[in-house]
């Protein structure tokens, strides 16, 4: 017995050896230069996958939403590259701002508390491009960021990592992931594309497409009865804040931790 116990332990010993995989002491330095949120903006099931998804092509560097131009500076440092896609820090802003006591109803709804479900089946609010404010992206986002507060989805900035996940939660694709600077940005609060008078009678606070952003700063452009934010032009500058400033149903907002005017 003592014979075969021994016989059996060289056997083990030679296989372990034999069928052992190597595993590239890099991913330990690419997994710990990440924010170990396992988010899955980067397109992978976690942080671990991704440290070894970038290892093997240096291609997916800058994917990690999250840790931005440190986590991104710090694996190319590892994988000694260079690189410039730190780019912006990106982060969901929601476009629109109507509460409950700004909205328009054409009745009660009482069916399952969903967005998808009500966009899809029995809207009975009159604005068919507003915040349902039935949570999805509120339970689509694993950090706490996001709230309803008064029929509204709001984003807690300190919370938020930028992961993306209420974007894709949104039916009505009213949360878009912009880039940030100096940790706020201004935005358009509306996504309606009615027409100015339509606007008016089903929602207090939408855009009227009156044009008076447009013509004070080129960061704003009016397309189909919509203000929108050129961020490539985007700088908080005096032209831009008079622009904000006369929006006549302040409509443009800030967003972001050092928002001036928080919504």
């Known amino acids: 017995m003592l014979g075969l116990g021994l016989g059996f332990a060289v056997i083990l ?25 396992d988010c899955g903006a980067c397109g992978y099931a976690g942080c671990r996958q ?58 009660r709804y009482e069916g399952l508390p969903s967005c998808t479900a009500v966009n899809t089946l029995a809207n009975a609010q009159a604005c068919a491009f507003g915040c349902l404010g039935l949570g999805d992206c509120t339970r689509a986002c694993r950090f706490d960021a996001l709230g309803i507060i008064d029929g509204l989805a709001v984003v807690d900035y300190e919370k938020c990592t930028g992961c993306g996940a209420c974007v894709k939660a949104c039916p009505r694709g009213l949360i878009e992931m912009v880039p940030f600077k100096d940790h706020a940005v201004i935005s358009v609060a509306c996504s309606s594309t009615e027409d ?17 952003c447009a ?49």
């Open 13 to 37: 010993l030679v296989a372990s050896e034999r069928l052992k995989v190597s595993v590239d002491p890099r991913i330990e330095r690419i997994h710990a230069a990440l924010p170990n949120l």
């Open 215 to 263: 013509r004070k700063s080129d960061v704003f452009t009016v397309t189909d009865n919509l203000a929108r934010v050129d961020y490539s032009k985007y700088a908080s500058d005096e032209k831009t804040l008079a622009a904000m400033e006369k929006c006549p149903t302040k409509v443009i907002v800030y967003a972001g931790k050092a928002s001036a005017r928080p919504e």
């Open 50 to 107: 991704y440290a070894k998804a970038v290892l093997a092509d240096p291609g997916l560097l800058g994917r990690c939403a999250p840790g931005a131009a440190e986590s991104t500076a710090a694996i190319a440092g590892i994988l000694n590259l260079q690189t410039d896609k730190a780019g912006p820090v990106m982060r969901p802003v929601v476009h629109c701002r109507a509460r409950t006591g700004d909205k328009t109803y054409y009745g």
């Open 196 to 212: 100015g008078k339509t606007t008016r009678s089903i929602c207090k606070v939408g855009c009227i497409a009156c044009g008076l």
